[in-house]
């Protein structure tokens, strides 16, 4: 397999490169404006929607190449890390119930949140480097512990209508990123869709075989595909464009607000109830579904300081959320979702 990139489609003559990662979320991860109708005309005009085509056919390209090879990849992944397996889990099934004190490992050390300027899957393979498909399938023949070794579980903001997104059509959101990224597009059974309110699709068997977009998509074609990462992804859907409050900061509805929260720790009980101990997680519904980023990163706080989630799930939690504000307002400390979220959740204790 030869190994290509998608910076050989943004270079081609008249096409439009991007910049940097931090400008390329523009769909579901794009900061949510409220009333802003200059930045609409802005996006509608016609000098913003030609470099966005462009674009789009490149990533469409990507998705072509990601599906082409597959087959190849699963063809030599151990039979026991079946890449279409996966499950619907909803908040009302007894697996979702409120997790039981004994089922929690009690780890010592307390886990200190990140909030990360970055890609989800990037986030996860730094969490855990070491973590392949071989490794992976090694550990669970020997592993004779009541302990699952399991590896790092990511959160996709997944679409409840469409599997993957719009990631075959060159879509740029989270979602999708993932998806070209990896084998998850096959374990979104599109039997499973529309994703119910308050439930979750579980995919354990997730390879991933390319690089970021930042990193010009280039595939692992040099290593074979049992030596490639490994991650589980929990895709949960967020509420669609929620009221707000009359300054656009928060939920307006205490029910929607609810219903978040429900949502996240949905989130956190199948993770732990699959044994995961590292979370990459993100800003749920923050893009085009227009959920309030601080908002929403408090709804996360909250959740972790519930009593269900204390004593020690976790060892290490993660936001990877790419930063969508430019200049003086991004940043840590600025206006855009990586900012709200850091303000909110880094260095808090889960």
Not at 200 to 216: F, T
Not at 330 to 349: A, E, W
Request: aromatic share 6%; net charge positive.
């Amino acid at each position: 397999m030869e190994q290509r990139s998608i910076l050989d489609f943004f270079e081609k003559p008249g096409s439009a490169r991007p910049e940097s990662s931090r400008s390329q979320h523009s769909h579901r991860d794009q900061p949510y404006r409220r009333n802003n109708t200059n930045a609409h005309k802005h996006h509608s005009s016609n000098q913003k929607r030609l470099p966005d085509r462009r674009r789009n056919m490149s990533l469409k390209l990507v998705a072509d190449e990601t599906k082409e090879a597959l087959p190849n990849v699963r063809a030599q992944l151990p039979p026991e890390f079946d890449v279409e397996w996966s499950c619907l889990e909803d908040l009302n099934h007894r697996d979702s119930a409120p997790l039981p004190a004994n089922l929690c490992p009690a780890l010592a050390t307390p886990c200190t949140i990140q909030v990360l300027d970055m890609d989800s899957f990037d986030a996860a393979i730094q969490l855990d480097p070491s973590h392949t498909v071989n490794q992976h399938v090694t550990k669970k023949r020997s592993d004779t512990s009541t302990e699952k070794v399991t590896p790092v579980a990511v959160l996709n903001l997944a679409s409840e209508r469409s599997p993957g997104g719009g990631w075959q059509k060159g879509a740029l959101a989270q979602e999708e990123c993932l998806c070209y990224r990896s084998s998850l597009y096959l374990s979104l059974d599109r039997k499973l869709y529309p994703i119910p309110p308050l439930s979750a699709i579980y995919s354990p068997n997730v390879v991933i075989i390319r690089e970021s977009m930042s990193r010009g998509h280039k595939l692992h074609s040099n290593t074979c595909p049992p030596d490639l990462p490994a991650v589980s992804v929990i895709s949960v859907a967020a509420l669609r464009q929620p009221e707000l409050s009359n300054d656009g900061t928060a939920f307006k509805s205490p029910g929607v607000r609810s219903h978040t929260k429900k949502n996240i720790r949905l989130i956190l009980r199948v993770a732990a109830r699959h044994g995961h101990r590292k979370l990459v997680l993100g800003a749920l519904g923050c893009g085009v579904f227009a959920n309030p980023p601080r908002d929403v990163a408090n709804c996360f706080l909250e959740v972790f300081r519930e009593p269900e989630f204390q004593g020690g799930w976790w060892e290490k939690v993660v936001f990877a959320v790419m930063d969508n504000v430019n200049g003086p307002d991004g940043g840590k400390d600025g206006k855009g979702n990586f900012g709200q979220f850091y303000q909110v959740l880094h260095g808090q204790i889960a």
